[in-house]
Nanobody
């Protein structure tokens, strides 16, 4: 099973940007489709973005389209989430997740699709 560690969270003003990173160990990340989820206090964990194992395909939740970009560097075993135009409602713990995938275009987007999870990184957007 792949181990995932997120980093890059923090406090930012509304309208600002952050880049989250998710670094994998234990397995080659290139064999996995990857996703980002988030969970705000008192709310369910929700899908944010996913990227296929090859990086060819990406899928976003409607509320982040045009603001967030998911990318990956398989050579560095790392997936990124570039977040721009941040809003206070983006405040949450952000989790990275991995799904072993044979299809290079597969972009899972349900929580139950994913096999491995990181511990999360806090993002706080101040108004």
């Amino acid at each position: 099973q792949v181990q995932l560690v997120e980093s890059g969270g923090g406090l930012v003003q509304a309208g600002g940007s952050l880049r989250l990173s998710c670094t994998a160990s234990g397995r080659t990340l290139g064999a996995y489709a990857m996703g980002w989820f988030r969970q705000a206090p008192g709310k369910e964990r929700e899908f944010v973005a996913a990227i296929s194992r090859s990086g060819v395909g990406a899928y976003y939740a409607d509320f982040v389209k045009g603001r967030f970009t998911i990318s990956r560097d398989n050579a560095k075993n790392t997936v990124y989430l570039q977040m721009s135009s941040l809003k206070p409602e983006d405040t949450a713990v952000y989790y990275c997740a991995a799904k072993f995938a044979q299809n290079q275009y597969y972009t899972p987007n349900y929580r139950s699709d994913f096999d491995s999870w990181g511990q999360g990184t806090q993002v706080t957007v101040a108004s």
